[in-house]
């Protein structure tokens, strides 16, 4: 893949990282790519560099790094207790500014041409769906977005188009909370919902036992349709 790699400082409220992305030539719409719970690891950001290589310019901030810059997990025993811990620790209001200060950097980079999607995983997800609820990107994508069925009082609040992508067997996200979202949805014609039979929680990540490449690559695949009709 042909893309430009690199981490930048994001001056607000003390500053912090995010990993960008560009694609070949250097330009295209923006992604603002949210993580889940065990950072800026080595899994979003070949994310990041896959959505670079389809043509975006793609910013992923470190979302954890008021409890240590560039915290790095792994999905072992050990990982997933640290990353608990701190999806716990994490201040949700400041999160969501720091997603929109890196909404406002990602803007004003040279290279970004036209509109502004966000897409996240799992925690990253339900703050993709808080990121369009706050009206600070043109669409959103969010990956099995635990929490969102919890939340739906915003659900007025999307102006944007939204993609959905679920697990059939998520064993964190129930079918009943999935129902609840698309019933909260059912007279937006602008919020789509997609969900892959017999995948699990996790399924697009390719460094977990739950990763299921069919619906990896069915979701990627919807995705690009979705942002190249949106962006």
Known sequence: METNS???DIAADGGFGAYVSLPRGGKGPGIVLLQE???VNQHIRNVADQYAADGYVVIAPDLFWRHGARIEL???DAGWKRAVELMNATDFALAQSDIAA???ALRALDGVEGKVASLGFCFGGRLSYHTAANGLVDAAVCYYGGGIHNALDRAGQITV???MHFGGADSHIPPAAVQSIAEAFGDNEQVEIHVYPGAEHGF?????ASYQQRAAAQAHGNTLLFLGEQL
């Open 6 to 8: 690199h981490w930048i």
């Open 74 to 76: 792994g999905y072992d």
């Open 204 to 208: 697009n990540c390719n460094h977990r």
């Open 102 to 104: 890196t909404v406002k």
């Open 161 to 163: 188009p939204m993609l």
């Open 37 to 39: 719970i065990f950072g």
